[in-house]
């Protein structure tokens, strides 16, 4: 099993910058694929950023480019630097990670909420 474990939510003004990590342990071998996701109050859990194994990167395209994922592999770790932050980012910032032969796991979520 992989155990995922999200830290650096918070409160942020509108336009201000938070940067969430993401690290995994246990059975890491194989992973492949890196992921956000996030769910606002009242709202399905929405796709936000994918990092692969091999580097390629895929965002949702309404974020406009404000946020980044990355991977420090040697620290079995993901980021999510999230820039020009607006309300409507406000949620639950979920990791999740993707084994060969193997189901997504996912973390228990980090809160986010962008708020004056």
């Known amino acids: 099993q992989v155990q995922v474990v999200e830290s650096g939510g918070g409160l942020v003004q509108p336009g201000g910058s938070l940067r969430l990590a993401c690290q995994f342990s246990?059975?890491?071998?194989?992973?492949?694929?890196w992921e956000w996701y996030r769910q606002a109050p009242g709202n399905e859990r929405e796709f936000v950023a994918r990092i692969n194994i091999g580097g390629t990167t895929t965002y949702l395209d309404s974020l406009e480019g404000r946020f980044t994922i990355s991977r420090e592999s040697g620290e079995n770790t993901v980021y999510l630097q999230m820039n020009s932050l607006k309300p409507d980012d406000t949620g639950v910032y979920y990791c999740?990670?993707?084994?060969?032969?193997?189901?997504?796991?996912w973390g228990q979520g980090t809160q986010v909420t962008v708020s004056s």
């Open positions: 999740a990670t993707v084994a060969y032969g193997a189901t997504r796991s």
């Open positions: 246990g059975r890491i071998f194989n992973l492949y694929v």
